[in-house]
């Protein structure tokens, strides 16, 4: 395992997607946002994500100088197209725009078509809520098959479509839920075989709809389930109509593509003025904070602290990064040119 610094880590991806034909603006935001990824703790949507990326520009699938727009307006909903720019782009100005008009028309829903992968969801809603708007984000209604089985069910139909909702806190820092509706994201599986571990029981079936902790099942035709048995399947199910039927992707996005992003924002102080509302916010969040832990914890955290306690220590003690990590990185960087250090 390597440490390196943010800055190291930021440089490195910026002249990476620079090279690959990324105007520089835009490279610098994709180094931000997948460095904070890596920064909060969420290795599997940071750096990690490079030679992917890079592949995806090669196979057209990224259109890395895209600037996305907002082809559809009202004074309550905005539809971008999101111009199969940098997923996290395209998420970026999204939400830029459901925080303005959120500002504007207190609640409002934003949409996002033609759009790749936007990273780690809570980047987005963090940014809402640091601007004092409540957000909830969603991916998905791609349609399947996906890779994860609906509660019940012995076949793949669903992706992992995950939620985030950013909630402005007052005095005490912003509350941050953001988390994939199965019970475990698809790359702790591939973690957990490459170490030759088993996964813990309840997170997949095999091809054949039996329960299984053997990671190579899912790699054989077998299938996540949803987290939380038919609750966290119905949250997964209400992801998969807001971004497959809500968002207008089937229209938009082409050889049947379908399935987009979702952004619905109201702002803090729609209902008492923000100052009021902080207070509330704070009341909610302390009376939590001082429920004493359970035996086997040493605290209570709130929803976003653990993302903030590794930032805190990443930006002091560096960031992990896995060696075959790292060398994918710099072969990337090689095939374009570019010596990463
Ligand atoms: N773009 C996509 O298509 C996509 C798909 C799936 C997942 N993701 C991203 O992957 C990341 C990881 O997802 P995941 O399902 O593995 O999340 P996870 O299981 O790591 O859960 C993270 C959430 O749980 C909270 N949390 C964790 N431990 C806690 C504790 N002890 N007390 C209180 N709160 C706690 C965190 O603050 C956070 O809100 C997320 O950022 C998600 O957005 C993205």
Redesign the pocket.
């Known amino acids: 395992m390597l440490t390196l610094t943010a800055k190291r880590l930021h440089d490195a991806t910026k002249r990476i997607f620079v090279a690959a034909g990324t105007p520089p603006d835009l490279a610098g935001q994709m180094a931000d946002v997948l460095v904070e990824s890596n920064l909060v703790g969420?290795d599997?949507?940071g750096v990690l994500r490079i030679p992917a990326y890079v592949e995806s520009i090669r196979r057209g699938g990224i259109v890395p100088d895209a600037r996305p727009e907002v082809v559809e307006e009202t004074a309550g909903s905005a539809l971008v197209d999101g111009k199969y720019a940098f997923g996290h782009i395209a998420a970026a100005f999204a939400t830029e725009v459901a925080v303005r008009k959120a500002k504007e028309s207190k609640a409002v829903v934003v949409s996002i078509v033609r759009c790749n992968?936007?990273?780690?969801?809570?980047e987005w809603a963090s940014r809402a809520a640091a601007k004092d708007v409540v957000a909830f984000v969603c991916?998905g209604g791609s349609g399947g098959p996906g890779i994860a089985a609906p509660f019940g069910g012995a076949a793949r139909a669903l992706s992992?479509n995950?939620i985030?909702i950013g909630i402005p806190g007052g005095e005490l820092p912003d509350m941050?839920?953001?988390?994939?509706t199965t019970m475990i994201?698809e790359g702790?599986v591939q973690a957990a075989r490459a170490k030759g571990a088993q996964l813990p029981p309840g997170c997949i079936l095999d091809k054949n709809g039996n329960p299984s902790t053997n990671p190579e099942d899912l790699y054989a035709g077998g299938m996540l389930l949803p987290f939380g048995g038919h609750k966290g399947y119905g949250l997964a199910m209400v992801v998969e109509l807001l971004g497959g039927a809500l968002a207008p992707g089937e229209k938009f996005n082409g050889a049947g593509r379908r399935g987009g992003a979702v952004i619905i924002a109201v702002d803090a102080s729609t209902f008492h003025p923000l100052a009021d509302y902080r207070k509330s916010a704070d009341y909610h969040l302390g009376r939590i904070k001082e429920i004493p832990p359970a035996p086997g914890f040493s605290a209570v955290?709130?929803?976003?602290?653990?993302?903030r306690r590794s930032k805190e220590d990443r930006l002091r003690d560096g960031i992990p990064v896995a060696e075959a990590t790292w060398n994918a990185i710099v072969e990337t960087g090689k095939s374009l040119g570019v010596t990463v250090e």
Do not use: Q, Y
Request: aromatic share 4%; hydrophobic share 35%.
């Open positions: 969420h599997s949507h992968h936007i990273g780690r969801l809570g991916v992992t995950p985030s941050l839920v953001d988390f994939a994201a702790k955290m709130l929803p976003g602290e653990p993302e």
